[in-house]
């Protein structure tokens, strides 16, 4: 599958805002925004005013980055919003939102979204008891998703959980760090997710 190699701080840059791609160091002053928050390229100091169409592109752009997700993908995610009732723009939060990786970054199971697909395709994490190594996978309500049983995995975890000390765990996620284990008590609600984004834009494109 493809996927970004290149310096992910350059898309932090690219969007203007954090997007804590990086774990820690996006929170110490060697912070690409902070250094140098203007786009990457060599006209960015330029900063031109963007259309509906930019706005709404940008705003896509900002959610595939964040989760880490391609394109054929995030349109797949779009398509099983729309099948459910509701907003649709809220619906897609909570599908990207469910991923397995993002859950076990929420519940500070490693330092970045990316960290996390990372020890869950290195098979440290499973779920109700089974082992999972599909970052995508999507958890559902009265879902237990913890550390494999082995040193090495329950090792890993603990460094992480250690960094993360003082930072909030969602209210939809009952998180045990003793046990290293998080359930799922529902799915996120529009006021629960975990960034800021204009779903209505992204709606505004996908739909045209």
Not at 149 to 160: A, G, T, V
Request: proline share 5%; glycine share 6%.
């Amino acid at each position: 599958m493809a996927r970004y190699t290149n310096a992910k701080c350059k898309l932090c840059r690219r969007e203007g805002e954090r997007l804590y791609l990086r774990g820690a160091r996006c929170h110490s002053p060697k912070c690409a925004i902070a250094r140098r928050p203007h786009p990457p390229g060599a006209q960015s100091f330029r900063r031109k005013r963007l259309s509906d169409y930019g706005l709404q592109l940008r705003e896509k752009q900002k959610a595939k980055r964040i989760f880490g997700v391609l394109e054929r993908q995030f349109r797949r995610y779009y398509s099983i919003a729309s099948r459910k009732k509701g907003n649709k723009g809220d619906n897609l939060m909570t599908v990207l939102e469910s991923r397995l990786d993002n859950v076990v970054f929420l519940a500070g199971f490693a330092e970045s979204r990316n960290h996390a697909r990372q020890v869950i395709r290195h098979g440290h994490i499973t779920v109700n008891g089974k082992k999972v190594s599909i970052p995508s996978f999507l958890v559902k309500p009265e879902m237990v998703v913890g550390a494999v049983q082995k040193d090495k995995s329950k090792k890993l975890i603990e460094n992480s959980l250690e960094l993360a000390k003082g930072e909030i765990v969602p209210p939809w996620l009952a998180c045990d760090p003793k046990v290293m284990e998080v359930k799922v008590l529902k799915l996120p609600q529009a006021d629960e997710f975990s960034f800021p984004i204009q779903s209505n834009l992204i709606v505004e494109l996908l739909a045209k």
